[in-house]
């Protein structure tokens, strides 16, 4: 079963440093999305893409988040300066249509520790 | 955010028995509700969806059930098999925005053998 790829598994930065998390969503989905789960939070919605636009975003994903398609198979999320509060599973998720026929799909997650 | 809310943290069952996970929401604008699994150290794996304009959807051993007076949902297993231990997320989108999903904080169920 196609199944969405997330790299790194873990990437740990220090404070103030750019990271980027990477995302091969499922070939034929049209629709991106990143979500993140702090620890002993709930998973939270961030941002959604589609057409090489933000469709949606969160009151969470502010300036220092930029969300990107570079190529026709990855989905980036940046975060320029990072914050200890910025530590969490980040989690990557497309879909076919934005419709009740194609629920959404998660990759594994990427672990971001900001020391 | 309390919107979704999953009040049992936890929940064991036997082997073969049924599991019954709640969900209460209090949006009335939510029109599509999921549920989820996730096993430690991957990301959450669909299992089952439900439209408010349905009271009930099954899909072989998992069945979704929804009270829309009660703004209360619920999945039921049956039979439970230990490899159904996992935490369950219960999930909610409004106005058709099926992308934009509102989490519950998750149930951890473990089926003893």
């Known amino acids: 079963e196609p199944e969405v790829t997330q790299t790194p598994s873990h990437q740990v930065t220090q404070m103030g440093q750019e990271v980027i998390l990477r995302c091969v969503p499922i070939?034929?989905?049209?629709?991106f999305y990143w979500y993140r789960q702090i620890l002993g939070q709930k998973v939270e919605f961030l941002v959604s893409?589609?057409?090489?636009?933000?469709?949606?975003k969160s009151e969470i994903f502010d300036d220092q988040f930029s969300v990107e398609r570079p190529d026709g198979s990855n989905f980036t999320l940046k975060i320029r300066s990072t914050k200890l509060e910025d530590s969490a599973m980040y989690f990557c998720?497309?879909?076919?249509?934005?419709?009740?026929?194609?629920?959404?799909?998660f990759g594994n997650g990427t672990r971001l520790t900001v020391t | 955010d309390q919107q979704v809310k999953q009040n049992s943290p936890s929940l064991s069952v036997q082997e073969g028995r049924i599991s019954i996970l709640n969900c209460d929401y209090t949006?009335?604008?939510?029109?599509?509700f999921l549920w989820y699994k996730k096993y430690p150290a991957e990301g959450p794996t669909f299992l089952i969806s439900?439209?408010?304009?349905?009271d009930k959807n099954e899909d072989g051993r998992f069945t979704v059930f929804l009270n829309k007076s009660a703004k209360h949902l619920s999945l039921h297993i049956v039979p439970s098999q230990p490899g159904d231990s996992a935490v369950y997320f219960c999930?909610?989108?409004?106005?058709?925005?099926?992308?934009?999903?509102?989490f519950g904080q998750g149930t951890t169920l473990q089926v003893k053998p």
């Open positions: 998720a497309s879909s076919g249509t934005p419709d009740y026929n194609s629920p959404l799909h």
């Open positions: 070939s034929n989905h049209l629709y």
């Open positions: 893409f589609y057409n090489n636009e933000i469709s949606e």
């Open positions: 949006n009335s604008m939510f029109d599509y």
């Open positions: 439900i439209s408010s304009i349905k």
């Open positions: 999930a909610a989108s409004a106005y058709g925005n099926t992308g934009k999903l509102i």
